[in-house]
């Protein structure tokens, strides 16, 4: 059976549930901000030790990242991204999810060929289009000032 685009289209809004936006947009702000107030006040314990503010930012990012792959190693982070949906995807914890996620789906066919292999599978998108255009801006910039 060969469907025209239109036709398609048409099937699918038929078969996809409807988004409750009243719902998911309150929960989206509320996780992706509470996500964000802890990464405050990690940052601010760490500045309490002692430690310089840009050291206590790195350290606020490597534990927000830490906690999301141990939530996401117990299975905990997804029932969280279920309900908060694109709350958990933007902060820096989605990034986490997204790289060990798939090291798990596939760690059963060995670390080379599964894990080292998989592993970027969503991330990698991101890494590669996020390096390309940050040359492209650097770039521009410099030609920019050299003018």
């Keep these: ?22 719902k998911t947009v309150p929960a989206a702000f509320a996780v992706g901000g509470l996500i964000c107030c802890i990464g405050q006040l990690l940052t601010n314990i760490y500045k309490a ?7 206590a930012g ?5 534990t927000l990242v830490f906690i999301s792959a141990v939530l996401t190693g117990f299975g905990i982070y997804d029932k969280i ?12 914890t989605g990034f986490a999810n997204a790289v060990v996620s798939p090291a798990l789906e596939f760690k059963t066919e060995g670390y080379v060929l599964g894990v080292g292999a998989k592993i970027f599978i969503i991330a990698g998108p991101v ?21």
Excluded: C, H, N
């Design 1 to 22: 059976m060969k469907l025209t685009e239109k036709e398609y289209g048409k099937l699918a809004k038929k078969r996809s549930p409807d988004t409750k936006m009243y």
């Design 49 to 55: 030790t002692g430690i310089e503010a840009e050291t």
């Design 58 to 62: 790195t350290l606020t990012s490597v």
């Design 81 to 92: 991204a279920k309900r908060a949906g694109a709350g958990t995807l933007v902060p820096i």
């Design 127 to 147: 890494i590669v289009y996020g390096l390309a255009a940050s040359a492209l801006y650097g770039l521009i910039l410099f030609i920019s000032r050299a003018v």
